[in-house]
Nanobody, 121 residues
């Protein structure tokens, strides 16, 4: 079992920035990838970004590439998502999860509550 707690969401104007955090506990992350997903009501959850826990290699969805940066703090078992140049279409509930690096699908079937990001125009 793993516990995932997302935080850092809020209301921001277009062009602004937010930094999301995800604290994970109950499972070793040393050999896994971690990432961020987002979901808008009525739409399917989509992949946003992933990071290899050991080596720090990153991968991003085309929609956020160049604007978002994923990072991690191994000592704190925490993954971050720095979001810059936010657009209204980034509005969603953001979730973290382990990530399969083959296809960037979620690793665990238990999700946290997520954190809501609202970008106004």
């Amino acid at each position: 079992q793993v516990q995932l707690v997302e935080s850092g969401g809020g209301l921001v104007q277009a062009g602004g920035s937010l930094r999301l955090s995800c604290a994970a506990s109950g499972r070793s992350l040393s050999a896994n990838g971690m990432g961020w997903f987002r979901q808008v009501p009525g739409k399917e959850r989509e992949f946003v970004a992933a990071i290899d826990w050991s080596g720090g290699r990153t991968h991003y969805a085309d929609s956020v590439k160049g604007r978002f940066t994923i990072s991690r703090d191994k000592a704190k078992n925490t993954v971050y998502l720095q979001m810059n140049s936010l657009k209204p279409e980034d509005t969603a509930v953001y979730y973290c999860n382990g990530v399969y690096y083959i296809d960037y699908s979620p690793l665990w079937n238990s999700w946290g509550k997520g954190t809501l990001v609202t970008v106004s125009s």
